[in-house]
């Protein structure tokens, strides 16, 4: 796949004026306005009068909004509700120069579609559909005239979203495809040319996410609530893949999930049962009024309490009193740890390997506190009596008297266990001991003290100072108290817990790595560009990096590690690393840190 250039004059039809819509719900409503605030005439079609009469309400009330708001004036307004039209009927196709399907994802009804549409429209007239899971190219081949049939996939809500995907089959001729590009980009859209597979390549990465967070609502690893959070606050999406779900729309969701497995037999693509049961039970989101939530009514975005609503309080009963806080190591996420700690008003222990290391990352957390002090963030009071809380060490003895040691030491097992029968030894009975690790065992670390019921988890995600999120991983063995101690402390320093069981990834992870490791795929099997993905991705997603971004970002070798753990713990193929992936690795292409990765880097 390839971002589209600019189509040849020569060989593009002539400029599509007249597009007609098939199908007036919300999607092709959107599709409808986008196309009439930029000049077309548009054709509305839908057998439902009610979906015929709704959709011009709709673009009445969006463009009373943007005549209110300043951004058009009345007489735009009257002009683009001029150049929206209605009808029952397909013959209304006529004169369309374009004509762009978006009925159900029901193969069936679309070929019924495009075969009508054959008898009716002119013989140079381009017929796209919406589809985002159906086969293109076998739309194409019942077509009478195949070569100009194509996939024209916008994304919900079309008046908003930027991305537009032009999918061709190997029957689509490239007038077709260079006429609608122009659209696309007369349209302020930005299209990417993909081939046809289902998902393509936004639905295609989104979707098996999607999946899997289903798959681990399903199997209560952890609640609907502290999935969505944590997507949210620890990758900075928009919206959680539950809530996304019902949005989309579960029997949607599971229409393109089964049109993806079909086509790779990745078990990641097989929908979770659970999808099949909200389906067909008709609890299908946000369009039913209930699906993962429970919403004010049918259409609804208005969540409102349900069964599985967690209870305002939220504290796991009472915790153990922490006044003091220990964090052992001198990186980045030590620092952090530290620093946030200190601001919320704990007594602090910065421990490293010697004196030299804890006094320069005490440095370090004196740098980061100017730069807020800088930015008006916080006062030089509040910055002094910040530092005046962090006492460094040179060695783990002094943490003898903290009621809380948390761990932010190399992510090597051997290193963590060898601390934690350090802590046992040194940490007074009662203080609690936590571990920072993103991928490994919480339990191992446990095994490697005398008291493992005084053993949690509280991954923290970098920088530690302003990501919100900390997943609390508790064990079998972690004591319920333990647990109460470290919900109670997050609150304390402004966080957002969320609570999992201790495996691989936790959620976070578990949910992002095999996004990532798709998208490599994608890239290796050659389907898409890592610069269309990535757009893909942050047009189509709303995700504020692109994967490959994101991977030379956190490190090749770190991502690397971390798929190892998820396959190796879940064993499914679908987990395994991409090849290419570890190619770069063995090579020393780590991302930015070593000046290339995906992509190349200015040294600084």
């Known amino acids: 796949m390839d971002r589209l250039s600019s189509p040849d ?34 054709i509305g079609i839908d057998i439902s009068e009610a979906a015929a009469v709704q959709a011009v309400a709709a673009l009445d009330a969006s463009t009373a909004r943007g005549v209110q708001r300043e951004r058009i004036t009345e007489r735009e307004r009257q002009d683009v509700l001029a150049r929206f039209r209605t009808f029952t009927d397909l013959q209304a196709a006529a004169e369309a120069d374009l004509v762009i399907e978006v009925v159900p994802e029901d193969y069936d009804l679309k070929r019924e579609i495009f075969t009508a549409l054959d008898s009716v429209v002119r013989p140079d007239t381009i017929l796209a559909t919406g589809t985002n899971a159906l086969s293109v190219t076998r739309l194409a081949a019942d077509s009478a005239r195949p070569e100009r049939v194509l996939g024209l996939h916008f994304f919900n809500p079309a008046p908003a979203m930027k991305l537009v995907e032009v999918v061709s089959s190997v029957l689509t001729a490239p007038t077709a495809v260079a006429a609608v590009t122009s659209l696309a980009r007369d349209l302020g859209k930005e299209p990417v040319a993909v081939g046809d597979r289902p998902g393509f390549v936004a639905d295609g990465l989104l979707f098996g996410y999607l999946n899997q967070a289903a798959a681990m609502y399903e199997a209560k690893y952890a609640t609907r609530e502290d999935i969505d959070a944590a997507m949210r606050l620890g990758c900075g999406l928009p919206m959680g893949p539950l809530a996304l779900l019902d ?132 006062t030089a009071e509040a910055r002094d009596a910040t530092l005046a809380r962090i006492t460094t060490a040179g060695s ?10 948390v761990e932010a030491v190399a992510e090597e097992l051997e ?50 100072p302003a990501m919100k999120l900390v997943e609390v991983v508790r064990t079998v063995l972690t004591a319920d108290d333990v647990h109460a101690t470290v919900r109670e402390v997050c609150v304390k320093i402004r966080k957002h817990a969320v609570d999992c069981g201790d495996r691989a990834g936790f959620i976070v992870n578990a949910l992002l790595f095999p996004y990532l490791n798709n998208a490599v795929k994608m890239v290796q099997e050659h389907y898409a560009s890592l610069d269309d993905i990535d757009a893909a991705m942050k047009l189509g997603g709303g995700y504020p990096m692109g994967p490959f971004e994101l991977l030379d970002v956190v490190g090749l070798d770190v991502s690397l590690a971390i ?34 990765g995906f992509r190349e880097y200015a040294k600084a």
Do not use: W
């Not at 004026?17 to 919300?26: C, H, K, P, Q, R």
């Not at 222990?349 to 807020?372: E, H, M, N």
């Not at 783990?396 to 040691?405: H, I, N, P, Y």
């Not at 753990?565 to 991302?591: K, Q």
């Open 247 to 378: 949005l989309v729309g579960i029997d949607t969701a599971r229409t393109v999930l089964e049109a993806m497995y079909a086509a790779s037999g990745d078990r990641l693509h097989a929908p979770a049962p659970i999808l099949k049961q909200l389906s067909e039970a008709g609890l299908t989101g946000r369009k039913s009024g209930r699906g993962f939530y429970t919403y004010e009514a049918p259409g609804s975005t208005a969540v409102v309490p349900d069964a599985e609503t967690p209870a305002e309080s939220g504290a796991p009963g009472a915790g153990r009193t922490v006044r003091s806080v220990g964090v052992a190591g001198s990186g980045t996420m030590a620092g952090g740890i530290a620093e946030v700690f200190a601001k919320a008003g704990y007594d602090v222990v910065l421990a490293a390997r010697s004196q030299d290391k804890a006094d320069t990352a005490k440095a370090r957390i004196a740098k980061s506190l100017g730069r807020s002090v800088n930015k008006g963030r916080l």
């Open 396 to 405: 783990l003895e002094a943490f003898s008297d903290v009621d809380l040691a």
């Open 415 to 464: 290193i963590k266990q060898q601390l934690f029968t350090a802590l046992d030894k040194i940490c007074k009975p009662g203080a609690v001991l936590a571990t920072t690790t993103s991928s490994l065992p919480v339990v191992a670390c446990a095994r490697a003290t005398s008291r493992p019921q005084d053993v949690i988890g509280m991954h923290f995600f970098n920088p530690a």
């Open 563 to 596: 798929e190892k753990v998820l396959h190796r713990e879940f064993r499914d193929p679908g987990l395994a690393p991409a090849p290419l992936l570890e190619h770069l690795v063995a090579a020393g292409c780590l991302g930015r840190k070593t000046g290339r």
């Open 9 to 42: 004059p020569s060989s593009a039809p002539s400029t599509l004026g007249t597009i007609a819509v098939v199908g007036l719900g919300t999607m092709g409503t959107g599709i409808a306005e986008v196309l009439a605030r930029a000049g077309r005439e548009v």
